[in-house]
Each structure stands twice: as structure tokens, then as C-alpha cells.
């Protein structure tokens, strides 16, 4: 065991830029494709994931002046509980026993579920099966506090594991037509857990503007300021002038309000470039995952390839609000009842803005009405899930003690959530 705990943790200890090309050639072989053709298409998808990542670490590190302002309400405010973030969460995952069953059982379910037509989904992201494996963690945490021996624990809970890895699968087929349109990323589909609450608080909300009298008939996207306002409303452009708004509410120096500004309209050039370079080295994966499915399993039939919501990220009005939400994930953090200051959802608010933007379709007010209740829920949930988050994570060994409290976004997951709800009820946190 000490020994596949090794190269488990070696494995991961890579990265998801250099674990994806290997899987990525594996899949392609599987397909019967070229070896040196599926390298290559492993070191674009490589340099696609890398790339989202440099740009991702210069838009934090352009907005950190401006997140290190916010973060000082975090002090003696009331903030008992320490944000830890995703990646927190996912060294507690990775840290237990769950993910030397759950990976291989979960790639092994994922194909026959394809063989047998319950899904068209296809995850490649073996990387992020962290959130399916916090979820059994969690889980069994709770049943052998409530009394439960230890392998009818571990079992239920391997089997929960696997039954959300069914739902996300599921999931992930429901979403792709409306995803591969309004990203334009044929072939494809997202299959993180996190992606239910994102996209069912998006959903929901932007069913109830399109609703009300007036509100639907708001339609300002992308194209609409471009067209009223020349250049001045091309995307970069009026980032740059969102980054100007905040850096004047966070009162950033002359230097500072230009690094700041220039980086967010950076972003917003680059990052399509470089998720479209990723997709160049999954589309050929895609048509080839069809073609060996087709012949196995009908004409009729299309595999998706499924993967981090990394590659919505290069959404315009998704990366033209990150700067504009900040202060409202500010204002939300300081409502009665929350306990956490959110700031690794600051430096996160790119995933949350770009996803909103499905349902709401582009248009920058829909999608920051829906952003600001995905950050409602996220920012309540997290922090009323701490104390069985805390205790998770010291049995893990992730922390040495439970004096200060810990949590995490992966926290407001369904099925962290429902294991919440069932630890509250049996009386175990």
C-alpha cells in the first residue's frame, strides 16, 4: 500500500500540465491513433493547460494589490474561519486512502457507462476526480464517528464516490449542446462536480430575470458595447477601464492602478488564445474517441470529451467582470451568519463569471446577477460546512489542530453538501 501511495502522490505531485499529456497519449492509442500523433496532441493540450495557467497566475497576481486591501476586513472582523481554497481541499483528498480505489474504479466505471449508453461523457481530468474522492472521504468520516465499522463505511462510501462521479457524468452530457455553442468548443464538455451548483444557480436565476417584465428585454453582451461604443467597448478596452474602477475603490498608486489594469485587459486577450490552444490537441482525441465508439457502438452514437471548466475561460464578459464582482464578494462576506472571508474565491472569480455566462448568454448583467447568487450560496455553505471540513482535513493530516477552523469551495459541492446535511443529522458535528 505505502508503495501505490507513492506513486500516486508522485503522480499528482506533477501537475495537471504535465499528467494531462500522458493522458492524453494513452487515449490516443486507445483510439488507434498515431504515437507520434497523439504526442503531439498531448504536448498542445500541455501547452494549452500551462498557458491557461500563466495567464490565470498573472491576472491574481495583477489583482492581488487589490485583493490584499479586501483581505484586511478579514482580520478581527469575525472571520473565525480560514479559506483554504479548492486547492486545500484537494491535498486533503489526495491525502487519504479513498483515491488508491476511486481513481482506477472511477476510469474503469466511466467506460462501461460509455459501452452501455448511460453517458457520452468521456472524463479525461483524472486530475480533478478530487472532488468525487472528498465527497467518500467526508462520508466516511461521518459514519464511523455515527458508530459504523470501519469496511461497511469504507465500502458505502467508495460506492457514494462512484454514484457522483454517474451524476457528474450525466450532468455533463445535459449541459455539452448549450456548452459547445455559447464556448465554442465542439466535442466537448465539462465534468467537475462544482459545475452543478455554478450552472443550477445560473440556470435558475437567469430563468427567473428572463421572467420579469422589463428586465427581460436588458440585453448588453459583448457585441452590443462594441457596436454603441467603437473601441472604447472592445473587450480589453473597457476591462482596462474596470480595472481603472477598481483599483480607484481600492485606492491603488498611479503604478499600481496601470499594472493592475493593463494586466486584466491582457487577460482578456490572451486567454482565448491560449484555450484555444488546448483545444487544438483535444479535438483530434474528440473525432477519433467518436470514430472508435461509432464502430463499437452505432452511427449514431457521439463520445464527448469531458474536462475541467478551465476551458470556459476564455469567455469575454466571463474575465471582463472578474473585477467588477470582487467588491460584491466582498459586501456578500460580510452578511449576518458568515463566518469566512472568501479569499481564495477572489482569486478565483474567473471560473464563477465565465460559467455564469452560459445560461445567461453573454449578456454582462444576467451574469453578474447570476455570479452574485452562485456567491451567496458558496459563501454561506463554506462557511457552515467548516467544522466537519476541519475535522476532515486534521484526520487527513492536512492540519495539526482544530483550535482555528478550516473551509474550502469544494465544500459547496452536492455531495459535500449532502454529507453535511446527513452528519447534521445524525448528531456527529
Not at 67 to 89: A, K, L, N
Not at 211 to 217: A, C, E, H, L
Amino acid at each position: 500500500m505505502a508503495i501505490i501511495n507513492s506513486i500516486v502522490q508522485f503522480v499528482m505531485n506533477l501537475g495537471g500540465g504535465v499528467f494531462l499529456p500522458f493522458t492524453i497519449v494513452i487515449m490516443g492509442l486507445l483510439f488507434k491513433m498515431n504515437v507520434f500523433d497523439s504526442l503531439r496532441n498531448g504536448l498542445r493540450v500541455s501547452a494549452g493547460f500551462l498557458g491557461i495557467n500563466v495567464v490565470l497566475n498573472m491576472l491574481i497576481a495583477g489583482l492581488k494589490p487589490a485583493i490584499d486591501y479586501y483581505s484586511q476586513y478579514g482580520h478581527g472582523s469575525g472571520f473565525t474561519v480560514v479559506d483554504i481554497g479548492w486547492e486545500g481541499m484537494s491535498a486533503v483528498a489526495w491525502s487519504t486512502s479513498f483515491a488508491l480505489v476511486i481513481v482506477p474504479l472511477g476510469m474503469i466505471l466511466n467506460f462501461l457507462l460509455i459501452k452501455i449508453r448511460v453517458t457520452r461523457t468521456m472524463d479525461i481530468d483524472v486530475w480533478n476526480y478530487f472532488h468525487v474522492i472528498i465527497g467518500g472521504s467526508m462520508l466516511y468520516y461521518v459514519l464511523t464517528l455515527a458508530g459504523m465499522a470501519t469496511a461497511p463505511a469504507y465500502i458505502l462510501s467508495v460506492i457514494f464516490a462512484l454514484a457522483t462521479l454517474v451524476v457528474v457524468l450525466v450532468f455533463a452530457d445535459h449541459i455539452a449542446p448549450k456548452w459547445q455553442e455559447h464556448y465554442g468548443l465542439p466535442g466537448t464538455t465539462c465534468c467537475n462536480n462544482d459545475m452543478i451548483y455554478l450552472l443550477g444557480i445560473d440556470w435558475l436565476i437567469c430563468k427567473v430575470l428572463n421572467k420579469i417584465p422589463g428586465v427581460n428585454k436588458i440585453k448588453i453582451d459583448v457585441q452590443w458595447l462594441s457596436d454603441k461604443l467603437g473601441s472604447l467597448g472592445e473587450s480589453s478596452v473597457l476591462t482596462f477601464f474596470v480595472g481603472i474602477l477598481l483599483s480607484l475603490l481600492t485606492r491603488q498608486s498611479l503604478a499600481g492602478t496601470l499594472t493592475l489594469s493593463v494586466t486584466l485587459a491582457a487577460a482578456i486577450v490572451l486567454m482565448p488564445k491560449v484555450v484555444s490552444l488546448l483545444m487544438e490537441g483535444l479535438l483530434p482525441v474528440s473525432k477519433a474517441a467518436r470514430a472508435y465508439f461509432k464502430k463499437k457502438l452505432g452511427d449514431d452514437y457521439e463520445i464527448m470529451i469531458g474536462m475541467d471548466e478551465a476551458l470556459c475561460l476564455g469567455d469575454q464578459t466571463g474575465i471582463q467582470l472578474v473585477g467588477i464582482m470582487i467588491p460584491i464578494a466582498i459586501a456578500i462576506a460580510f452578511l449576518p451568519g458568515v463566518h469566512m472571508f472568501p479569499l481564495s474565491t477572489l482569486g478565483s472569480m474567473i471560473y464563477i463569471t465565465c460559467a455564469c455566462s452560459l445560461y445567461a448568454e453573454g449578456d454582462v448583467f444576467k451574469t453578474m446577477v447570476a455570479s452574485s447568487g452562485v456567491l451567496v450560496y458558496k459563501t454561506y455553505v463554506n462557511s457552515w460546512m467548516a467544522p466537519i471540513v476541519t475535522q476532515l482535513a486534521f484526520s487527513a493530516g492536512f492540519i495539526h489542530t482544530t483550535s482555528t477552523m478550516v473551509s474550502g469551495s469544494t465544500s459547496a459541492e452536492f455531495n459535500c453538501l449532502l454529507v453535511g446535511i446527513l452528519g447534521k443529522l445524525l448528531h456527529v458535528w
